[in-house]
C-alpha cells in the first residue's frame, strides 16, 4: 500500500518481477489521478482513474509498457481529464 499526497506521485518503471509476480492491482481511494503509460515507439497513454477505482495491469501493460503518476518537484496539485482542470 501507498499513500500519495496531493501533488506527489511516482515516476515511470515496469514493477519488479521477483517482488511482484503476475498482476499487479491498484485502488485510488481518495482522489481522482492520473497514470501515464509509456513503451518506446507508441504513443503515451494517459488513463484517469477515478476516485475509489481498481485497475489490473497484466500482459504487455504489466511487462512492456512502464507506468508512473506525474508530479512536480514541488507539487502537483491538478490534472487535466478532457480538457478539465481536476484538482488531487
Known amino acids: 500500500m501507498n499513500h500519495y499526497e496531493p501533488g506527489r506521485g511516482i515516476g515511470q518503471h515496469i514493477d519488479?518481477?521477483?517482488g511482484f509476480e503476475g498482476p499487479v492491482v491498484s485502488i485510488s481511494l481518495m482522489s481522482d489521478i492520473v497514470i501515464?503509460?509509456?513503451k518506446e515507439g507508441e504513443e503515451e497513454l494517459a488513463?484517469?482513474?477515478?476516485?475509489?477505482c481498481f485497475?489490473?495491469?497484466d500482459g504487455p501493460s504489466r511487462y512492456e509498457w512502464t507506468h508512473g503518476i506525474s508530479y512536480k518537484r514541488n507539487g502537483r496539485k491538478s490534472d487535466f481529464i478532457d480538457g478539465i482542470e481536476v484538482m488531487r
Open 55 to 57: 485497475f489490473l495491469i
Open 16 to 18: 519488479t518481477i521477483e
Open 36 to 38: 501515464n503509460f509509456k
Open 47 to 52: 488513463l484517469h482513474l477515478p476516485a475509489k
